[in-house]
């Protein structure tokens, strides 16, 4: 009889879902990100279908209506919670309306899965210029086994009341997601894809998601450019490197991505949203927003530097090298026992693009890399370099060149999805201590 009620009890904590396992104690950690930059339509993107009737006028921005943008969890955890960015905005903006749900297909989500939720127990809230907002909390009843929804992704869904006025944005989110005709209205509890016509490769105003999750689970941030951004993989595919790395970490840590494409480290001096730049505020002007404010970092890659190198650039290493310091130190002063890891540029060499693959931009590579590897700054070295590089030719290897994104010989410049998993499979996992090998 004993034997049989030990068997009982073992079976039933079998049946325990893991989130409830898990669940003392637990703290917020960063599970998606996209670097905020704008206002829209300045920037990068890839694969962006022609938005002209979505935003007629980028002055007004949104108009009444409803976004639902697709975004994947690095880590699942049963409550979650949103930051809603005005950043880059010149006028207050309105949200309402807002819901979160599995993503079925499309803009379709999953029924049974669509959540409301709220900021400060209220239905709407106004963003000012120049500032975020976190929703509160929501439970995610669904989430109920440990890797049951490894891979899939949540539609979060928003009305914009009003005219938004210049939106703060991401560009190159190489993900589709959904938006209405302007003047449609809220839409976010409808589960249907025809209440979401139109399709969109950026994500807007949404810049970070927060898991609740078992303390001692944290965050790498992959901090950089295009090439982090993840230009010239595939769309919807989640190959970027840093996609790559956190299927390795096999859900021990949450990997986010903070790449924005044409990113310099040390330029442009100013940004705003009278004086956008395409590629973003530098890293030093966003670390605060993009890395330090995000919930459980415990570790960043940092691989930038070769728009800096750029004729559009036009850094000179040791000045590269000298914000790369400078942003190590506030890392570290701001979040102790941080590990920063240094990631080296790959090679230009070569490529067809205007502002790229001169012999003067190599020569500052290496001389960058050369720091990354050897001055004792970083904690480790993230060699994408070797990974990447064509010993014969010294520009990126043939395999590693043809656009994945949008298809045709691409530019030697940005990897496609086998150099990214080259990257991705080149990062030692022993870096991040409890990491599955």
């Not at 993989?233 to 096999?250: F, I």
């Not at 994408?384 to 530019?411: L, S, Y």
């Amino acid at each position: 009889m004993l034997s049989f009620i030990k068997r009982l009890v073992l079976l039933s904590l079998c049946c325990v879902p893991v989130a409830v396992l898990a669940a003392s104690p637990t703290h917020w950690v960063t599970s998606w990100a996209a670097s905020v930059q704008g206002p829209y339509p300045v920037g990068n993107p890839s694969a962006q279908p022609d938005l002209s009737l979505v935003f007629p006028s980028p002055d007004i921005g949104a108009r009444n209506q409803s976004f639902r943008l697709i975004v994947k969890p690095a880590l699942w955890g049963t409550e979650t919670r949103f930051r809603f960015s005005n950043a880059l905005g010149t006028q207050p903006v309105t949200f309402d309306g807002a819901f979160v749900g599995l993503q079925w297909s499309g803009s379709a989500v999953l029924p049974g899965t669509n959540r409301k939720f709220t900021f400060g127990g209220r239905d709407a809230v106004t963003v000012a210029p120049g500032e975020s907002i976190w929703s509160d909390a929501v439970a995610l009843p669904f989430v109920t086994k440990g890797h049951a929804l490894r891979g899939r992704k949540l539609a979060v869904s928003f009305h914009v009341a009003g005219n938004s006025g210049p939106m703060t944005w991401h560009a190159k989110a190489l993900q589709s997601s959904y938006v209405t005709l302007p003047g449609a209205g809220a839409k976010g509890a409808e589960l249907s894809e025809d209440a979401f016509p139109f399709a969109t490769a950026s994500w807007y105003f949404l810049d970070a998601l927060d898991m609740s999750v078992p303390k001692g689970l944290g965050a790498v941030v992959a901090f950089g450019d295009s090439i982090t951004d993840g230009t010239a993989s595939t769309l919807n595919g989640d190959d970027r490197w840093p996609d790559v790395l956190a299927r390795r970490l096999d859900g021990r840590w949450s990997v986010v991505n903070a790449g924005i494409g044409g990113n310099q480290v040390v330029g442009p001096k100013d940004y705003s949203p009278q004086k956008p730049f395409a590629g973003g505020p530098s890293s030093l002007q966003r670390l605060d927003r993009d890395v330090l404010s995000l919930s459980g970092v415990k570790a960043v890659i940092w691989l930038e530097g070769t728009n800096d190198f750029s004729k559009n650039g036009n850094a000179e290493a040791d000045a590269v090298i000298a914000g790369m310091r400078e942003g190590v130190a506030r890392m570290r002063a701001k979040i102790p026992g941080i590990k920063v890891i240094g990631a080296t540029l790959t090679s230009a060499l070569g490529s067809n693009s205007a502002a790229h693959g001169f012999e003067l931009q190599d020569d500052k590579r290496k001389k960058l890399n050369d720091f990354i590897r050897s001055s004792g700054v970083f904690d480790g070295v993230a060699d994408f370099d070797r990974a990447t590089t064509d010993t014969q030719t010294g520009g990126m290897k043939a395999e590693f060149v043809p656009d994945n994104t949008v298809g045709g010989p691409g530019d030697r410049l940005h990897p496609n999805r086998l150099g990214y998993q080259s990257m991705g499979m080149a990062i030692d996992l022993g870096l991040f201590g409890n990491a599955k090998k």
